[in-house]
């Protein structure tokens, strides 16, 4: 298959080893190779893993022969963000105060990509601590977006998105505490899965976001999510918000869309987005409407509060995570991440309260509403990938009009984050491209736990518009 290697995605890539069409050798020194060629340019890796990539490979390889499969992954190369621990290889979280940490264990998800026969290419970029969605790290440098090298490729899992989307790698492994899976994948062009809050354990991720954040999955298209669902989801006593989850059990991708119900909520979702996105969005409700799906306009009664409900969450959250540190090495912080972290520390335990209290009564709301339809529709993002000059002047130019990058929290998680406050699964896919070439992102959530309906949406709309075939040209 020579060449052709790393343009597969990852269900292509487990039924060519498994049919012999290719070996875990071939897949990792095409990969290998094509990260040495363009990974100067996007910056999409901190840390290369090759001669460990190359050894498990052959490792892989010798099972095979055997007749030994460990998993649908067995010998499948894929990299994980870098504020995800790995024994014996450097975890920085992005930060100066960790560039030359090394765990002595691996994290939950990194146990289970082995069991399954995977691989790990290496540590992708992020943002300083995963604290922000742009991809700008101060110490690690910047991650370009690979359809406009000019542009954010989003975050705070930027470097698992732009290698997804430029072929150095089939898979990642990012986190989402405000958008950082979906958010990215929104501006990369790729498929960016947050699972249910439990679903996936997040023991052994670097100061991850409190109770906003779970692991999350970034893929070429739905149906790879559903194949790294199934290896990675599951409870473990290490993570108690595990504890009781349901067991998912096979994703069916292939049953019909007709009947279900999809919900739209205007209010809020399409205020300040741009005139591109907020189109290709409808176009896409249309596509759904196609398919067989029902639409209902729906109406959130307090979802306006949402962004004053998550900020006190979590920068308090941040600041439990981070005061030892700052305490003793302020100057190991950026600038703005301290700023943000340090906010957090003028929160009284009052205003947190009330602020959890109010998350319940979201809850509440979305619940109430995902109980008469099957899923929602939003877009992911309110705008296409601003460039890297606009974003470090602090402002966003959306339709003309000047807004603010944002401090207390992000602009561009103005979308995603109601749902790191709620729990519910979403999904973000393409669902067409600007003017200018750049790509949008349609995001799709779900009842809590409820990760299979989404994704068979995501990839019944994936196969009628094939907007996730498109990829950027290197």
Same mark, same amino acid.
């Given at each position: 298959?020579?060449?052709?290697?790393?343009?597969?995605?990852?269900?292509?890539?487990?039924?060519?080893?498994?049919?012999?069409?290719?070996?875990?050798?071939?897949?990792?020194?095409?990969?290998?190779?094509?990260?040495?060629?363009?990974?100067?340019?996007?910056?999409?890796?901190?840390?290369?893993?090759?001669?460990?990539?190359?050894?498990?490979?052959?490792?892989?390889?010798?099972?095979?022969?055997?007749?030994?499969?460990?998993?649908?992954?067995?010998?499948?190369?894929?990299?994980?963000?870098?504020?995800?621990?790995?024994?014996?290889?450097?975890?920085?979280? &992005?930060? +100066?105060?960790?560039?030359?940490? !090394? $765990?002595? %264990?691996?994290? *939950?998800? =990194?146990?289970?990509?082995?069991?399954?026969?995977?691989?790990?290419?290496?540590?992708?970029?992020?943002?300083?601590?995963?604290?922000?969605?742009?991809?700008?790290?101060?110490?690690?440098?910047?991650?370009?977006?690979?359809?406009?090298?000019?542009?954010?490729?989003?975050?705070?899992?930027?470097?698992?998105?732009?290698?997804?989307?430029?072929?150095?790698?089939?898979?990642?492994?990012?986190?989402?505490?405000?958008?950082?899976?979906?958010?990215?994948?929104?501006?990369?062009?790729?498929? &960016?899965? +947050?699972?249910?809050?439990?679903? !996936? $354990?997040? %023991?052994?991720? *670097?100061? =991850?976001?409190?109770?906003?954040?779970?692991?999350?999955?970034?893929?070429?298209?739905?149906?790879?999510?559903?194949?790294?669902?199934?290896?990675?989801?599951?409870?473990?006593?290490?993570?108690?918000?595990?504890?009781?989850?349901?067991?998912?059990?096979?994703?069916?991708?292939?049953?019909?869309?007709?009947?279900?119900?999809?919900?739209?909520?205007?209010?809020?979702?399409?205020?300040?987005?741009?005139?591109?996105?907020?189109?290709?969005?409808?176009?896409?409700?249309?596509?759904?409407? &196609?398919?067989?799906?029902?639409?209902?306009?729906?109406?959130?009664?307090?979802?306006?509060?949402?962004?004053?409900?998550?900020?006190?969450?979590?920068?308090?959250?941040?600041?439990?995570?981070?005061?030892?540190?700052?305490?003793?090495?302020?100057?190991?912080?950026?600038?703005?991440?301290?700023?943000?972290?340090?906010?957090?520390?003028?929160?009284?335990?009052?205003?947190?309260?009330?602020?959890?209290?109010?998350?319940?009564?979201?809850?509440?709301?979305?619940?109430?509403?995902?109980?008469?339809?099957?899923?929602?529709?939003?877009?992911?993002?309110?705008?296409?990938?601003?460039?890297?000059?606009?974003?470090?002047?602090?402002?966003?130019?959306?339709?003309?009009?000047?807004?603010?990058?944002?401090?207390?929290?992000?602009?561009?998680?103005?979308?995603?984050?109601?749902?790191?406050?709620?729990?519910?699964?979403?999904?973000?896919?393409?669902?067409?491209?600007?003017?200018?070439?750049?790509?949008?992102?349609?995001?799709?959530?779900?009842?809590?736990?409820?990760?299979?309906?989404?994704?068979?949406?995501?990839?019944?709309?994936?196969?009628?518009?094939?907007?996730?075939?498109?990829?950027?040209?290197?």
């Amino acid at each position: 298959m020579g060449g052709e290697i790393f343009s597969l995605t990852l269900s292509q890539l487990s039924k060519a080893i498994r049919e012999g069409k290719t070996s875990p050798i071939e897949c990792v020194q095409s990969f290998l190779e094509r990260i040495d060629k363009i990974n100067p340019r996007l910056n999409a890796y901190i840390t290369i893993t090759g001669k460990e990539a190359a050894r498990e490979a052959e490792e892989r390889e010798r099972e095979l022969k055997k007749g030994v499969v460990r998993g649908p992954l067995h010998g499948i190369p894929v990299s994980v963000k870098d504020n995800i621990m790995t024994k014996g290889v450097a975890t920085t979280s &992005g930060s +100066k105060l960790l560039a030359e940490w !090394i $765990p002595d %264990y691996d994290a *939950v998800v =990194v146990e289970r990509l082995k069991t399954s026969g995977a691989i790990i290419l290496g540590k992708t970029n992020l943002d300083e601590w995963a604290k922000t969605s742009s991809g700008i790290n101060p110490y690690f440098g910047i991650i370009r977006n690979p359809w406009d090298m000019d542009r954010i490729p989003g975050g705070s899992s930027g470097g698992s998105a732009a290698a997804v989307a430029a072929s150095l790698c089939p898979a990642s492994i990012g986190n989402d505490a405000a958008g950082s899976v979906r958010n990215p994948a929104s501006l990369c062009g790729v498929v &960016g899965l +947050k699972p249910t809050y439990g679903r !996936i $354990p997040c %023991y052994g991720t *670097v100061k =991850v976001g409190g109770t906003l954040a779970t692991q999350g999955l970034l893929t070429q298209n739905s149906e790879d999510a559903a194949l790294l669902l199934e290896v990675l989801a599951g409870s473990d006593p290490r993570d108690r918000s595990t504890l009781g989850t349901p067991s998912l059990g096979r994703i069916d991708l292939n049953g019909s869309l007709e009947g279900m119900r999809l919900g739209v909520v205007r209010e809020y979702f399409f205020d300040t987005v741009s005139t591109e996105v907020r189109q290709s969005v409808e176009r896409a409700v249309e596509v759904l409407e &196609g398919l067989g799906m029902q639409v209902d306009e729906v109406f959130i009664p307090h979802l306006r509060y949402a962004p004053i409900i998550w900020a006190p969450i979590a920068r308090v959250e941040g600041w439990a995570g981070h005061e030892d540190n700052i305490r003793k090495r302020p100057n190991d912080y950026g600038r703005a991440i301290l700023t943000r972290l340090l906010l957090g520390k003028f929160i009284d335990g009052s205003q947190y309260l009330k602020a959890q209290r109010a998350r319940a009564l979201l809850i509440k709301e979305f619940d109430d509403v995902l109980s008469h339809v099957d899923c929602l529709a939003t877009a992911t993002t309110p705008i296409v990938a601003p460039r890297i000059d606009e974003y470090k002047s602090g402002y966003l130019d959306v339709d003309g009009k000047k807004v603010e990058v944002g401090m207390i929290y992000s602009f561009m998680a103005r979308c995603t984050l109601p749902f790191n406050l709620t729990g519910h699964p979403a999904v973000s896919t393409p669902c067409g491209f600007s003017s200018s070439g750049l790509p949008i992102g349609l995001q799709i959530i779900g009842k809590a736990f409820d990760e299979a309906r989404i994704l068979r949406i995501a990839y019944h709309y994936e196969k009628a518009t094939r907007f996730i075939e498109r990829k950027p040209l290197f």
